[in-house]
């Protein structure tokens, strides 16, 4: 979209498809406003692990979500209206955006393998997607830090990895990848309160009303313990879903996840290569002045009216 459009153009198209196709491609056509978890698309992975992670009320739509949607909307009326230097401080700001669930993801499986001794392949797997897809992202800003994360989680490591190593790598990365701990948060239980050593960073506390992932009890590798971490596991990744529906969920999510660390990989080499440098210190102080992002407490919008504003073509 940003290279398509054209100040001096009246109409952009071209740049209007491409961004429609954008936010066809992050939200998919399963997302409802009465039920923010349909879907497996990205829209739905945000969502899942943000009431995993306390920031938003469950069955609410969560703060990245609305605040991405408000982002589509705001970027495509800049378009119709030929102000194309503003698309620029809204990509970098989605970007920021899409980073949250995936950091979100990578803790929540390294907190698995760590501290609930939750060794089985799928979870060994999960990890090690995550690991690749976050890893060029975190390197832009830190290339110690990747190197450790990646590492950490690579295959046939993760059954000895730390969480609190992967924790603090990740959090002292937060700043430059643009986003807060507040848009992160920390693993929470379905009370709402978090989980041993997994709270949000700078002391951000769960909204009023989360409910995230089961509880575990036990603490040994003993094989009803390990069932019951599995069941919990389980439950907290896929819902009610079938094993189809989980399958199809982490194939859609691993090549998502690939296609974002690649985007923003080439969009870092591109910006080095003209001189610029990707600047994600701050998180758009034009936006703020906007009235965006939205406060935690309140998960802001529903879906359904977010997508009334946007026009797909």
Not at 218 to 246: E, F, W
């Amino acid at each position: 979209s940003i290279q398509h459009c054209d100040s001096a153009s009246s109409h952009n198209k071209i740049a209007q498809e491409n961004w429609d196709d954008a936010f066809s491609f992050y939200t998919g056509s399963l997302a409802e406003s009465d039920h923010p978890l349909g879907g497996y698309l990205f829209f739905n992975f945000a969502q899942m692990n943000g009431e995993q992670f306390g920031t938003c009320k469950k069955g609410k739509e969560c703060p990245a979500n609305t605040e991405m949607l408000q982002l589509f909307v705001k970027g495509k009326k800049h378009i119709a209206e030929s102000k194309c230097s503003q698309l620029d401080k809204y990509v970098k700001r989605m970007q920021a955006l899409m980073t949250v669930p995936l950091i979100q993801a990578y803790l929540k499986t390294s907190y698995a393998l760590d501290l609930e001794d939750d060794a089985r392949q799928e979870t060994q797997g999960e990890a090690a997607a995550f690991s690749a897809a976050l890893a060029p992202i975190v390197s832009a800003c830190n290339a110690g830090s990747a190197d450790i994360l990646f590492k950490d989680l690579a295959p046939g490591n993760a059954p000895t990895s730390s969480f609190e190593v992967a924790k603090f790598n990740l959090e002292r990365s937060y700043d430059c990848l643009g986003i807060s701990c507040g848009d992160v948060g920390g693993l929470v239980t379905l009370s709402g309160e978090y989980f041993y050593r997994a709270e949000a960073c700078d002391g951000v506390q769960p909204v009023n009303g989360a409910g995230g992932m089961a509880a575990y009890t036990g603490g040994s590798s003993s094989s009803s313990s390990s069932s019951v971490k599995a069941t919990a596991i389980s439950n907290a990744s896929g819902g009610g879903m079938s094993r189809q529906g989980r399958l199809a969920l982490g194939l859609t999510l691993g090549l998502t996840s690939i296609v974002v660390a690649a985007a923003v990989g080439l969009r870092i080499y591109s910006n080095k290569s003209s001189g610029k440098e990707f600047d994600t210190q701050t998180s758009s102080p034009e936006l703020e002045k906007e009235g965006v992002p939205p406060s935690h407490d309140d998960c802001g919008e529903t879906l359904e009216a977010n997508l009334d504003d946007v026009e797909m073509v």
